[in-house]
């Protein structure tokens, strides 16, 4: 009864522009959407108060702040939005954005961001009235300044931006062409202490990240310190996970990937990865996998790779390697392996990988029963072994290993350690023919017997009669059964069987 009340005197105070009535029934508006905000925007609406507002948003009148307060809160409930817009709202209250009002700045920007939150409507009328562009500006021209007050408003400001461009590829691009991301960037520094601030530019950073337009613009400012710095800050679950959202899709440009290593990301993840492996506790597990993906992506890319390998991260990788032989943690042993394979793709790291001792730790996985640890392990044989003949030939002789990619070789269940077991096999042999040698496939003499024993003529003679198996299997298969022709008694077992 006292809101019906109040709204009538409203209608009739607006009317008369008695300033004194109007801020009184201001105050009990915005005391009964305090109390219950659904109710009162549906009084407000049924009534037909917002079309009354525009009238009372002008920057001389006193009442102004309080307008925008109401439209902030009204706003705030998903079908009142598109009601604000059509009450033409958003024109006069885009005007207020050049107050110099902080106030007025501050319950506008609200009022702007609710009204653009999940709503097209909203967003094209923000757009249409070029709002987007003179918060930007503002951003500009306030982001030094660190007073709580210009903070708050800053955090506003931010949220409106990310309301307005949420999901909307073409209004996130118009935001890049305006220049914001190095403004947010420089924001992000100054302002890391004031964690509503941070948190906002972090969603923003997640929303503009995903564009590839944005990279090139990201790439050109310390964004990877200011994040790597923030991170290594963060003790709550939920804060690193912001930063990871950011981290992934910058992750993907070649140029952020490397400033990002050169910050110190790796050495963060590691540290991640050594507190949560045994971690029981759901976000544990999801911070382990996360960390783990993003390790393996930052592990891409013959620089990055060649800088890693130059700066110690292989030991690294090699000592969590070793905490987890026995009964490890799947994911780790995954991740580590993957990281180790990406690592020894440029040739230049594969010697020194080799001297590292990697290939006798990967050795040590050969007993794992977890195709994805298997996979990687053969992956990662196999990358350090390219153009290496000294280690092909020594890989090649040993036994247990020969024995185990036989076996695999016919793991039809995974076609991935299927199919890179035989590239592995294949390579062994390739790669030691490298080796200047009056004899190429002298080395394999040694590993005879371990091919008649583990059956290997009888395992390639099934893949190639098989019908299932993938033309890549069947390729390697006959790049082996060529290479193992010189080999006496695996000769002999070729000749006893067909394989036409």
């Known amino acids: 009864d006292n809101l019906s009340e109040a709204l009538e005197k409203l209608k009739l105070a607006s009317t008369d522009r008695a300033t004194d009535s109007v801020e009184s ?9 305090a109390n219950n905000n659904t109710e009162a925007s549906v009084k407000i609406q049924e009534m037909g108060i917002l079309p009354l507002l525009p009238t009372l948003l002008t920057p001389q009148s006193s009442c102004t702040p309080k307008v925008a307060n109401i439209i902030a809160e009204v706003a705030k409930n998903e079908f009142m939005r598109s009601p604000c817009v059509d009450a033409c709202l958003i024109p006069p209250l885009t005007q207020l954005l050049n107050s110099s009002d902080q106030e007025v700045l501050l319950q506008t920007g609200r009022a702007l961001g609710n009204i653009c939150y999940d709503s097209h409507e909203g967003r094209s009328a923000v757009d249409l009235a070029g709002g987007a562009q003179i918060v930007a500006e503002h951003i500009k021209s306030l982001f030094q300044n660190t007073e709580p007050e210009n903070e708050k408003l800053l955090t506003v400001f931010c949220g409106m931006l990310m309301n307005y461009s949420n999901d909307n590829d073409s209004l996130q691009a118009q935001l890049i062409n305006m220049g914001v991301i190095p403004t947010l960037v420089k924001l992000l520094g100054i302002h890391s202490h004031n964690t509503a601030l941070t948190e906002m530019c972090l969603i923003a950073f997640g929303n503009l990240a995903e564009l590839e337009s944005s990279k090139e613009q990201f790439a050109s400012t310390n964004i990877a310190e200011e994040l790597v710095r923030l991170f290594q800050k963060q003790t709550e679950h939920e804060k690193k996970e912001m930063i990871f959202e950011v981290l992934a899709p910058l992750a993907e440009n ?23 492996v045994d971690g029981e506790r759901e976000e544990d597990i ?23 390998v130059d700066t110690g991260i292989v030991q690294k990788l090699l000592e969590l390697l070793d905490r987890h032989v026995e009964e490890g943690n799947v994911t780790v042993q995954h991740a580590a392996l993957s990281a180790l394979r990406n690592l020894a793709i440029p040739v230049v790291n594969k010697s020194k990988m080799l001297s590292a001792g990697v290939a006798d730790v990967v050795l040590k996985f050969l007993q794992s029963e977890m195709p994805p640890v298997q996979f990687k392990l053969l992956g990662t044989l196999r990358m350090l072994i390219d153009t290496q003949a000294e280690a092909a030939d ?3 002789t040993n036994g247990k290993l020969v024995e185990r990619l036989v076996e695999w070789c016919e793991a039809k269940d995974h076609a991935g350690v299927m199919g890179e077991s035989n590239r592995l096999l294949s390579a062994l042999i390739r790669h030691s ?20 024993g583990a059956s290997l003529v009888s395992v390639l003679h099934k893949l190639l009669s098989d019908e299932r198996s993938a033309p890549e299997i069947k390729y390697n298969s006959m790049i082996l059964i060529c290479a193992v022709m010189g080999s006496g008694e695996t000769w002999k077992d070729l000749n006893m069987r067909s394989f036409s």
């Open 286 to 308: 999801a911070q382990l996998k996360t960390a783990s993906d993003l390790m393996v992506l930052l592990l891409l890319g013959d620089g990055n790779c060649i800088h890693m």
């Open 394 to 396: 020594q890989l090649g």
């Open 25 to 33: 029934c201001l105050d009990c508006l915005l005391k009964a959407l």
């Open 254 to 276: 070649d140029l952020i990937k490397l400033q990002l290593v050169e910050a110190g990301l790796v050495e963060c993840l590691l540290d991640v990865v050594a507190q949560t």
């Open 433 to 452: 023919k490298s080796k200047v040698s009056p004899n190429p496939l002298q080395v394999f003499v040694a590993a005879e017997k371990d091919f008649v």
